[in-house]
């Protein structure tokens, strides 16, 4: 039998009041059609369908969905013409379809796995996933007869007093049988809003006998819609909280909850403390026993075991070895590797650049487009000028080399395994491995000079009749 999940996505968002499409808009780093495709995915159907509007273009781009089809709905027309739009796509893949809305982040796929399996298991046409809302809303509302059979879905503007008093609220989440599916042509339009609902069609459904059940389970929480910018902050509270929760519970130590923020594919190791004002974004992978100070922000980047991030550093698309110190005010760039036990103090900058192990650049440095070897030290004030104008060149610099403070080195530029550079170099050659280099102009003493300029000064002032220059 096979499985196939649609997203709508097509919708104009108008209540968010942004250009950006409502899907589009991120809760805990990421979009939130990505959120939903996630959850179908885990799901492995046969097929996904992404119903998306005018705004393909930017959807495709944002969007991570490998093997998913996008189906155009050209106007907005409600649920249920999105739906409609999306039935060529799924191709014979027909037995059984998961409708999705792309504006219900927090989904997870264990829920819709048991939603799936109460459908089938019942052998229903038509199932629906709802949940008891503390303040329904605009949630569209589950109307039972007597026996608690599902009889249909209305929406807030067409509902009567009694049924506004209903709490048992529609996800936007259904699974549909073959036969089911064909009733979405059939859909009439909402005179009221112009629109094909796609709740009608639970209506239509059991008027015509088919097998049809709405399943209450889980909580509200997770299939919160998003449909306002305040909403939107809710929702991304809600999973932000969720993920501080889980890494508590898996032994991290968080000192502030209320100002840390952890995108959903991060990990971290045991025993790593994190302080105020952190964020970890991305695939970014801790190790354990790490310190993370306050005001750091890491994305997409891996940190080792027993490492110190100190106050105030940026670290991004990176690596960083273990019992590695970076910081405090160090800015790692992309493609950036630091090699174990290795250190870069405050006010360094890296950009595509290797450090090897136990290497130091200490104090305000910029390292860019070099590999460094190991045991190097590195003196304050370093520059590697890697940039001629139209072109970035590499530095090398081999193991154990000592690079005096305030050099620059004007890329490309080789300097061998063992050499020293004298401090104040500017290094444009080459320099051989287990050699000194030195570039700055020998030291000139001039002795006495200070007295017999204040002579000079003084004899100038006598000419001019003293003073009058003050
Ligand atoms: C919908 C349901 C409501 C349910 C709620 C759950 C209908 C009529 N109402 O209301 O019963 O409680 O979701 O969150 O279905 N979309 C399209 N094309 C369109 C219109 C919408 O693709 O023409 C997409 C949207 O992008 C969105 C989803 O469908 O992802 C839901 O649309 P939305 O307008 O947010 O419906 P609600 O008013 O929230
Ligand atoms: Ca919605």
Not at 228 to 257: C, F, H, M, P
Not at 373 to 378: A, C, E, L, S, Y
Not at 403 to 429: K, N, W
Request: hydrophobic residues 40%; aromatic residues 4%.
């Amino acid at each position: 039998m096979s499985l196939s999940c649609v997203i709508l996505a097509a919708g104009l968002g108008t209540r968010m009041k942004s250009d950006l499409p409502k899907v589009l808009h991120k809760v805990c780093g990421i979009p939130m059609l990505q959120a939903v495709v996630n959850a179908a995915r885990k799901l492995r159907p046969d097929r996904i369908v992404l119903v998306v509007g005018k705004q393909r273009e930017l959807i495709r781009d944002a969007i991570e969905c490998e093997g998913g089809v996008y189906a155009l709905q050209k106007e907005a027309k409600g649920t249920g013409h999105a739906l409609r739009c999306a039935k060529p796509a799924l191709g014979d893949f027909r037995d059984l379809t998961v409708v999705l809305s792309g504006d219900t982040p927090l989904l997870g796929a264990e829920t819709l796995r048991r939603f799936l399996s109460l459908h089938r298991k019942n052998t229903n046409e038509v199932s629906v996933l709802s949940f008891r809302a503390k303040n329904p809303g605009a949630y569209g509302r589950i109307v039972r007869d007597r026996t608690g059979r599902l009889l249909s879905i209305v929406e807030q503007r067409d509902a009567d007093p009694v049924q506004l008093r209903i709490d048992e609220v529609n996800s936007g989440v259904y699974a549909l049988g073959r036969n089911a599916l064909e009733l979405v042509d059939g859909i009439p339009m909402n005179k009221a809003k112009g629109e094909f609902y796609l709740t009608d069609l639970v209506g239509a459904a059991s008027e015509r006998g088919l097998k049809a059940a709405a399943y209450c389970i889980g909580e509200e929480e997770e299939f919160m819609g998003v449909n306002t910018r305040e909403e939107l902050y809710r929702a991304s509270q809600a999973l932000r909280k969720r993920i501080i929760d889980k890494w508590i519970g898996r032994g991290v130590n968080v000192l502030d909850a209320g100002s840390v923020f952890i995108h959903p594919d991060v990990s971290i190791g045991r025993e790593t403390t994190i302080y105020p004002n952190v964020h970890l974004e991305g695939n970014t992978r801790i190790g354990r026993n790490s310190l993370i100070y306050p005001n750091v922000r890491i994305r997409n980047s891996v940190i080792g075991g027993g490492v110190v991030i100190k106050d105030s550093t940026v670290i991004e698309d990176s690596r960083v070895g273990d019992r590695v110190s970076v910081g405090p005010f160090a800015r790692i760039r992309p493609g950036s590797e630091i090699g174990e036990n290795a250190k870069i103090g405050n006010f360094v900058e890296l950009k595509n650049t290797t450090v090897g192990k136990a290497s130091k650049a200490s104090h305000l440095s910029y390292l860019g487009d070099a590999v460094i070897g190991k045991n190097v030290n590195i003196g304050a004030g370093t520059i590697t000028c890697n940039y001629d104008g139209v072109r970035k060149h590499a530095t090398e610099i081999g193991d154990g080399v000592f690079i005096g403070s305030d050099t620059q080195l004007v890329a490309p530029v080789r300097v061998g395994a063992g050499a020293y550079v004298g401090a104040g170099a500017t290094i444009t050659e080459d320099v051989p491995p287990c050699s000194l280099a030195l570039s700055r102009v020998k030291q000139l003493n001039i002795e006495g000079w200070t007295l017999k300029r204040k002579l000079k000064v003084r004899s100038m002032k006598f000419k001019t009749k003293g003073g009058k220059r003050r």
